[in-house]
Each structure stands twice: as C-alpha cells, then as structure tokens.
C-alpha cells in the first residue's frame, strides 16, 4: 500500500497531466522504477504492476474528474488535534488533500483493496469523517482551518471505485 502511495504521488507531482496520451506511460513507468526500488520480490513486483496496469485507465479517467474539482497540493500529511473535554489527542494522515478554487478542500484515501461502504462508515470506519473534522479544526499543519467540500475514497482493488464518507449524515461537527 505504501508504494502504490508513493505511485501516485510521484505520477500527480511529476508525470504529465492526467488527459495526455501518455499519462497512463508515465504511471506505470513511475511503478516499475518505485516496485524495482522498493520491493525486492520480484514476482510481487510483477503482481502490482499487472494491477496497476488494470486500474491505470480507470485511475487517470476518474483523476480527470478529481483536477477539475481541486487542485492536488498535500500528500500523506500529517495531523495531530486534542479534545478539549478529555486528555485525549487524535492523529492521522491524510494520504491526499486538494485544495479547490473556493479555498475548500477535498480530502481522499487511497485503499489497494475494497473501500468501506457508507453504512460501514457511518457505523464504525470513522477514518475520513475523522479527518474531515480534523481539516474543519485546523489539525493539519500549513492549511489551517479549512471547510471539507468532499472525503473519498479511491479504491483501487480488482473492481476500482469511488466511495464518498457520508459527510451529508454525518457532519464534521457532529462527528466530533
């Protein structure tokens, strides 16, 4: 999971934007350099280029759509926040925050595998609602307070899909 982090990152930071030709090129040439670097079994080597090499389509189609909304500024950054009625301080990493021409943000996850549904969410997988409350506070460094427009996840398993945290039921202020 860490390398397909690393993956999309680096295609996000240095590769061309997501609607050129040979975007999906430059993703999976990008893979084959961080698999080589950081995965020293060559068969899971293979493995993960072969599913990168499934979703890259699916992965660069829906990245059109994500770029039109916010542009993509932070990466698998940190943030930290304590609770005022109890010592209790919450942290997490965001894998992704774009920042959208409003000043709003939108927050995603990337999952290798099947991301939690909406009920899942809504009863026990807090992750993104979390850190939507976190972002609406001010948790994570260099951004300040800033409102959550979107929280989703990017699934990235055998069926690729997005799932958004139900932000509409259950609201930053209402989760924390």
Do not use: N
């Amino acid at each position: 999971g860490t390398i397909v982090h690393t993956i999309l990152e680096r295609m996000l930071k240095e590769g061309p934007p997501p609607a050129d030709p040979e975007a999906k090129a430059a993703l999976l040439d990008i893979a084959r350099q961080e698999l080589e670097q950081d995965c020293p079994w060559p068969a899971t080597r293979r493995f993960w280029l072969a599913r990168l090499a499934r979703v890259a389509d699916w992965f660069l189609m829906t990245e059109i759509d994500r770029q039109a909304r916010a542009v993509p500024r932070h990466f698998e950054v940190s943030g930290r926040i304590s609770l005022d009625t109890v010592e209790f301080e919450l942290s997490g990493k965001a894998d992704r925050i774009d920042i959208a021409p409003t000043g709003g943000a939108l927050l995603y996850d990337y999952k290798t595998g099947s991301p939690p549904g909406a009920k899942e969410q809504t009863h026990f997988d807090k992750q993104l609602l979390l850190e939507a409350a976190m972002l609406e506070r001010g948790a994570f460094p260099d951004l300040g307070p800033v409102k959550p427009l979107d929280a989703v996840f990017i699934g990235l398993g055998a069926e690729p899909k997005l799932v958004s945290a139900p932000l509409a039921d259950q609201p930053p202020e209402e989760v924390w």
